[in-house]
């Protein structure tokens, strides 16, 4: 598929809505795997979406003045995590996360560590997150206690995948 024409820029508070939106609707999805009483009618608040920029910055992809697309950059410690990847269902497959996660990965400065973890059955991510050179984590259950504040049993149902930059060192 053609690359979207989109264009990349970190958000503020007044796209909080937009961005929920845009969450709340591609994590409908979301329901194909889990189990019932893991599903959310709403993914995130804009409440959680506000609370999330303070330790992280949401970044979106903008068709016009359309929001479609959302991912978050958070450092931590000696590593950075992207998260909450999102694109809107009728623009998946155009390669807008991979726009997004390149723009994020070109962000990174002064860590090598870039993690991302996301539930075992998401298979989109995973295939998205392959195919831009990441890696499963030797030690899935380590990273996540020690990056996210997941409850245990969440463990299980979750898998981590790293990339190591070689420069920004
Ligand atoms: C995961 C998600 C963000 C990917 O967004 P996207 O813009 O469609 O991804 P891209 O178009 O950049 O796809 C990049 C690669 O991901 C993989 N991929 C994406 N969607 C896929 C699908 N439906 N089936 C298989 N592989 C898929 C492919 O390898 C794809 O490359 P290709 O199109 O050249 O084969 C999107 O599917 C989404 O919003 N899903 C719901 C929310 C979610 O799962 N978020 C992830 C949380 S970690």
């Not at 961005?19 to 189990?35: D, G, K, Q, R, S």
């Not at 962000?107 to 090598?112: A, D, P, S």
């Amino acid at each position: 598929m053609g690359e979207a024409q989109v264009t990349v820029r970190a958000l503020s508070a007044s796209s909080g809505p937009a961005a929920v939106a845009v969450i709340n609707t591609a994590a409908e999805w979301y329901a194909e795997f889990l189990p019932p009483s893991e599903v959310h009618e709403q993914e995130m608040t804009l409440e959680t979406w506000a609370d999330e920029a303070r330790r992280m910055t949401w970044y979106g992809a903008f068709d016009g003045v359309d929001l479609v697309g959302v991912m978050g950059l958070e450092y931590a410690g000696d590593a950075v995590l992207l998260r909450h990847a999102y694109v809107l269902p009728g623009r998946q497959r155009q390669g807008i996360a991979a726009i997004l996660r390149d723009r994020l990965e070109r962000e990174v400065n002064g860590v090598g560590r870039i993690i991302v973890g996301t539930y075992a059955a998401n298979y989109k991510a995973r295939a998205a997150l392959e195919k831009a050179g990441y890696q499963p984590s030797p030690d899935p259950g380590a990273v996540l206690r020690r990056y996210y504040d997941i409850p245990e049993d969440r463990l299980q149902s979750s898998v981590i995948y790293e990339k190591h930059l070689d420069r920004d060192q």
